[in-house]
């Protein structure tokens, strides 16, 4: 073989090595020898499969930014809030907490009356599930007429506390006081017998309490009787009803 076959041989020989060489960097380093973007694709690279000699490049992540959540802040995930609660007036100089009065509960307001009630007073009333229906705790001592008085201004309402609180000989610890006078009219009258024995004035002191009503009595009767002294047994006779 000849000198200049030799050279030759050795240039193709070179040139394979350098091919092979070549073939083992990575696009980065082939594209910074020749002076590029070594981000930059290569066009000898396959765009179907990598070559088993080529490093593959991994493909930027996208990057999700997260924004912390805000604590305390006005709408902030886990808002939290720190309340002081101080007694006396609030200083507007304190600064980084804020601060509230301890608000005493409201007491309920006294009973008001209405308009279509027959009360005239509600001192001393007290609530019940019925609205026009209250409670009274008298004062020792009160009677029905008393009470009565205070509460209708009428002591012939006496009967229509009688009545809300039946069995009781005289006011109980607790009363019912109706705001309203359900009650049909007290009769005018009633109808009673004369017993044996008995005058106008042992009748008006049975019915009414006292003899001295017995002219009361009389004047009613005056259809059934011309004498008041001529009264006898088995006598119906018409007495006022007691309130």
Excluded: C
């Excluded at 290569?42 to 930027?60: G, I, L, M, W, Y």
């Excluded at 509230?100 to 209405?114: A, D, F, T, Y």
């Excluded at 008393?146 to 069995?167: F, K, Q, W």
């Excluded at 009361?216 to 088995?234: H, P, Q, T, W, Y």
């Amino acid at each position: 073989m000849g000198k200049t076959e030799k050279i030759v041989v050795l240039s193709v020989l070179f040139a394979v090595v350098v091919l092979f060489v070549w073939s083992l960097q990575g696009p980065e380093a082939r594209a910074a020898a020749a002076g590029g973007d070594p981000t930059a694709p290569t066009t000898d690279e396959p765009t179907d499969s990598a070559n088993v000699f080529q490093r593959a490049t991994p493909k930027p992540r996208p990057v999700i930014k997260l924004e912390e959540p805000t604590i305390g802040g006005p709408g902030g995930f886990g808002q939290t809030e720190e309340v002081a609660i101080a007694e006396g007036p609030i200083n507007p100089n304190e600064q980084g907490l804020l601060t509230s009065r301890i608000v005493e509960p409201e007491q309920p307001e006294g009973i008001q009356l209405k308009a279509g009630w027959d009360l005239v007073s509600s001192a001393g009333l007290e609530h019940t599930v019925d609205p026009e229906m209250m409670i009274l705790r008298p004062a020792s001592g009160s009677t029905w007429a008393s009470l009565a008085v205070t509460l209708y201004g009428d002591e012939g309402r006496a009967r229509l506390l009688r009545h809300y609180n039946e069995g009781m000989v005289v006011p109980g610890e607790q009363v019912l006081v109706p705001a309203i006078n359900d009650l049909d009219p007290a009769p005018a009258y009633i109808t009673v017998e004369v017993l044996e024995g008995e005058s106008l004035w042992l009748v008006s002191e049975r019915t009414l309490g006292s003899g001295a009503r017995w002219k009361e009595i009389f004047d009613l009767n005056r259809g059934i009787i011309s004498d008041a002294s001529k009264v006898r047994a088995g006598m119906m006779l018409q007495v006022p009803a007691a309130n």
